[in-house]
């Protein structure tokens, strides 16, 4: 959120950190509490953030991504953090109460079949850095 970049930031914090969400500048924003976020808490540098649930698109606006409206999504200030975090894990959110789970985004994929399955994988690294062709292997 803009509190992520304080006045004695430089003025690129923003396009530095990948641009900030501001849920008053949203038309889809619903408020549910703020909670702690769970991050590096061995470190003792936890902090916590605005939850709430919006509506989320994948890709560049207008591309006709995948939509998802009732998504869950978490603000925080904290100028510590400079990157967002998308969860691919499956699992839903339960807030405080457990009778009432919000679903994921990887599973309103799939439940929409817009993705076969909620599987993933992931290759670390890039494999276009160098002009030299290499071979990669992906282990599962």
Not at 18 to 47: A, C, H, I, M, R
Not at 58 to 71: D, E, I, M
Not at 99 to 112: D, R
Request: proline fraction near 8%; aromatic fraction near 14%.
């Amino acid at each position: 959120m803009p509190a992520g970049c304080p006045d004695f930031y430089p003025s690129s914090c923003p396009d530095n950190r990948g641009e900030l969400f501001n849920s008053n500048n949203s038309l889809t924003w619903v408020p549910k509490s703020t909670y702690d976020l769970g991050l590096e808490q061995n470190l003792n540098l936890d902090s916590s953030g605005d939850f709430g649930f919006d509506t989320i698109t994948l890709g560049w606006q207008g591309a006709g991504g995948p939509t998802y409206s009732h998504a869950v999504v978490a603000e925080y200030a904290d100028p510590r953090y400079w990157i967002g975090m998308f969860g691919l894990k499956p699992i839903p959110t339960n807030f405080s109460d457990m009778a009432s789970p919000q679903m994921s985004y990887m599973q309103y994929l799939k439940n929409s079949s817009q993705i076969p399955s909620t599987s993933y994988g992931y290759t670390a690294g890039n494999q276009y850095r160098t002009n030299h062709t290499q071979q990669i292997v992906d282990i599962c």
